[in-house]
């Protein structure tokens, strides 16, 4: 069984590769793109706050899949526990980024850090639902029964992120609808500026993708120290018994 | 603060943490590989 996801080399490359990204986001973010006409330099952080709810939702979608793929008999292997668990940990982070960064974008053009709207409050749903995910992950048992409770939690708190998705065309909302993602399909951003948002998803969903690898490698050496800890405290006492 | 203070602190803010997550994972799988020796 591999406890890698991706080759090491292909990994280095793809670190080196959002670094750089990241580093020509903060160009374009900063300097390159034009300030907004309403909200003026307060805009700039939509190149991050976007991003960073985009991977979120992929990162809660890919814990579902491989929960999915965990729980299905046909295909229950331990390398889907770990990308679940891997990658709602990336998701948890990118969660609460999202939060943090929309909260700093609120407070200058709503005059508010935080306000009980539909799409502030599922999303600061989704990040607890989550959180409890990884608490549930720490709790010790069997790897067979923890993957399987997990699963099941995970598939359960992904009900919430199509509610996060579509609360702003479902309830009245501060939080402005969709700006590319909306009910009509049409992006309501153009030039350097539409440039810049979708540079910026590109740049975190390959850092996303990097993370992702390093952080199942680690819970994979993780498992394997536990195993090994596990045999050495079971041949001693073993040895201790024996006359 | 004016709006340029809340745009650097969300990105100085994302920087340190997606670079400190980073740096984290990075020491800990070194701490893990040579705890288990080579392969």
Known sequence: ?243 | MNFAEYVITGWVLTGVVLGGYWLWIVQRTKRAERSRGPE
């Not at chain 1, 814990?63 to 889907?80: D, I, K, M, N, Q």
Request: glycine share 6%; net charge positive; charged share 15%.
């Open chain 1, 1 to 243: 069984m591999s406890d890698r996801l991706l080759k090491p080399q292909v990994s280095k490359v793809l670190g080196w590769l959002a670094l750089a990204s990241l580093v020509v986001l903060a160009l374009f973010g900063l300097w390159g793109a034009p300030p907004d006409a309403v909200q003026g330099d307060a805009q700039r952080l939509m190149y991050l706050h976007v991003p960073a709810a985009w991977i979120a939702y992929l990162a809660f979608g890919v814990t579902a899949l491989g929960s999915a793929l965990w729980l299905w008999p046909r295909t229950r292997a331990t390398v889907w526990d770990r990308l679940a668990g891997a990658s709602a940990e990336l998701g948890v982070i990118f969660t609460a980024l999202t939060l943090v960064l929309g909260s700093l974008w609120g407070r200058p053009v709503w005059g508010v850090w935080w306000v009980w709207d539909a799409r502030l409050v599922t999303t600061a749903v989704l990040f607890f639902l989550y959180l409890g995910y990884l608490a549930l992950r720490r709790i010790p048992s069997s790897p067979e029964a923890r993957a399987k409770r997990c699963a099941i939690a995970a598939l359960i708190a992904f009900v919430d992120v199509p509610i996060v998705h579509f609360s702003v065309n479902w309830w009245r909302t501060l939080h402005q609808q969709g700006t590319v993602f909306n009910a009509k399909l049409d992006a309501e951003i153009h030039g350097v500026m539409a440039f810049t948002l979708w540079f910026g998803v590109l740049a975190f969903t390959v850092l996303y993708v990097y993370l992702l690898d390093r952080r199942y490698r680690l819970l994979a050496l993780d498992e394997d120290r536990e195993d090994r800890e596990v045999q050495q405290a079971i041949a001693e006492r073993v040895g201790a018994v024996t006359p």
